[in-house]
């Protein structure tokens, strides 16, 4: 299952609600992401993991000497010169990113956090394509 949200100011929720596609999530995603919202330990959970998921690959991309940009949601942003080659670079050992350049962000990639395991493989991944 997969589902997402947002929050926002009501003018800019109504201009993506109006090129939302119809019919974008299941009934039973949407029961699944009620039941989780209204899991309170879980959501506290999530939220732990997340920031401590963020800390480790924003210090991990520090110590690379990448700058990452923006602190809130479940990806980390960061800039470097030839994002698309090394993005490829990444995919080829197995370990996923999105190349930003298709939203006017040539130089970006964004990685999702992950598990302390997870957000370590990108990071050694990363470090052995950029050297």
Request: charged fraction near 20%; hydrophobic fraction near 40%.
């Amino acid at each position: 299952l997969r589902i997402g949200y947002g929050y926002s100011d009501p003018k800019l929720a109504s201009l993506l609600n109006s090129v939302r596609p119809p019919f974008n999530t299941s009934t039973l995603a949407q029961t699944a992401a009620l039941a989780a919202l209204g899991d309170k330990d879980w959501v506290i959970r999530s939220r732990e993991l997340n920031s401590t998921g963020r800390l480790q690959l924003e210090d991990g991309l520090q110590r690379l000497g990448l700058e990452t940009t923006g602190d809130k949601g479940n990806f980390v942003l960061f800039s470097l010169e030839n994002a698309g080659t090394i993005s490829k670079s990444l995919q080829a050992m197995g370990v996923i990113v999105r190349p930003l350049a298709g939203y006017g962000l040539p130089n970006h990639l964004r990685v999702t956090i992950g598990s302390e395991p997870e957000n370590a493989r990108f990071l050694e991944a990363l470090s052995q394509v950029i050297q």
